[in-house]
């Protein structure tokens, strides 16, 4: 038996990992797009205020995995799914161009959600999906503090990842200015209440918060970008974070059935059997995709099991929370999941 | 000596056992919880020592 599974956050290292210890006599290939390691996508929101983030944020190293006997097969790209042959093709691997799998789990993840009136200024704006982003922001922000310049950040959305990041930078002594189209912060995790609290949570941080934003698009001045909302503001650099949007690309040119996520059943399973899907990529058949680490964890390792043949029952979710990473606040009502 | 006890760890849900230690990032076997160190992180998620509850 050949499993493969495409995406190493964690669903698909769990998953691999998980299944190893399960089953020693299958081959068990992973191939990932990235180059570092299995890192923390959690710690991406400490990405500014902690030392020495690039190395402690990696959790597992590639070789790390392939001790365990799992194939690592890094900085490389699925390019289709044939599933008349139950093939994958791969491109920017120097070990082999296609694949044969007998199982094939799709753990691609999530992309960052760019608004449709935003996407003709991708050259204009940072996002905060993935190490290599957080690499790139935290490179331009060292070139303006080796100028003796405190960067002045603009940050659209005031959602989950948006006031992480906000915070973080302000923690961390930058200027911060978060632009929020709603009426109030994290208007879909949080109650009222609690939107108010974070909002004089990260007022008292210096963050500039302004609600009710209809941000329209971005200009380049010189080395400033440009802001145009109601009036228009400059900064050093804009980080964009209006929400996920999972990667179901190849899922969808494959002829698999999708909706917002990759379609599964209560066993984690695509519209072709021998496809799973699972984490920010996964719709359940109630419409949900769980895309926080613990149920993703838990489906993960639910998947070995079932693929191993020890679980019989469908996979249900387990009783989670979240809270978000913002210096110094603590929501004082349950977050709505 | 009482009983070794268990540490999940709340934001993925990773279970730290006193009796199996942890071996990938080097905590030996019947290491209690206080004697981990501080700056010790989820082996699964990166997350805090101070993430993890006790389990009942």
């Not at chain 1, 007022?203 to 970008?225: P, Y």
Request: net charge negative.
């Amino acid at each position: 038996m050949h499993v493969i599974i495409i995406g190493s956050g964690i669903a698909g290292v769990s998953f691999a990992e998980k299944y190893r210890s399960l089953s020693k006599e299958s081959k068990i290939t992973l191939i990932t797009r990235e180059n570092d390691g299995y890192y923390s996508r959690p710690l991406l929101s400490r990405g500014f205020s902690m030392n020495g983030i690039e190395q402690s944020i990696i959790l597992k190293t590639f070789d790390k995995l392939r001790a365990s006997d799992i194939n690592i097969i890094s900085g490389a790209v699925i390019t289709a799914i044939n599933r008349s042959d139950n093939t994958v093709s791969i491109s920017g691997s120097s070990q082999e161009n296609s694949m044969h799998y007998d199982k094939l789990i799709l753990a691609t993840g999530s992309s960052a959600f760019i608004p449709p009136p935003f996407r003709p200024y991708n050259e204009l704006f940072f996002c905060l999906n993935s190490l290599v982003d957080l690499k790139a922001l935290r490179k331009f922000r060292l070139g303006l503090l080796n100028q003796n310049r405190q960067p002045d950040w603009a940050i659209i959305g005031g959602g989950l990842i948006g006031c992480e990041v906000a915070s973080d930078l302000a923690f961390s002594g930058d200027k911060v200015t978060l632009f929020h189209a709603m009426d109030r912060l994290m208007e879909r995790q949080l109650v009222a209440e609690d939107s108010d609290l974070l909002l004089e949570v990260l007022q008292n941080s210096g963050v500039k918060v302004l609600l009710n934003q209809d941000v329209q698009g971005f200009a380049k001045q010189e080395d400033k970008v440009s802001v145009k909302a109601g009036v228009t503001a400059e900064f050093d650099a804009l980080i964009v974070a209006c929400g996920f949007k999972p990667r179901t690309e190849l899922a969808e040119l494959a002829g698999l059935e999708v909706g917002r996520g990759i379609k599964v059943n209560q066993f984690m399973q695509t519209s072709d059997e021998a496809i799973f899907a699972l984490g920010d990529v996964a719709e359940l058949p109630n419409g949900k995709l769980y895309a926080f680490i613990l149920p993703i964890r838990n489906q993960a390792l639910w998947l070995a099991g079932f693929i191993a043949g020890h679980e019989q029952q469908g996979w249900t979710p387990p009783v989670f929370t979240t809270r978000a990473k913002v210096h110094g606040f603590e929501a004082v009502h349950p977050y709505n999941i | 000596m009482s009983e070794y006890r268990k540490y999940q760890c709340s934001v993925c849900g990773h279970i730290y056992d006193e009796a199996e230690g942890d071996e990938e990032t080097g905590i030996a076997p019947g290491t209690r919880w206080e004697d981990i160190p501080d700056d010790w992180r989820c082996p699964e998620c990166g997350a805090e020592k101070s993430e993890y509850s006790l389990m009942l």
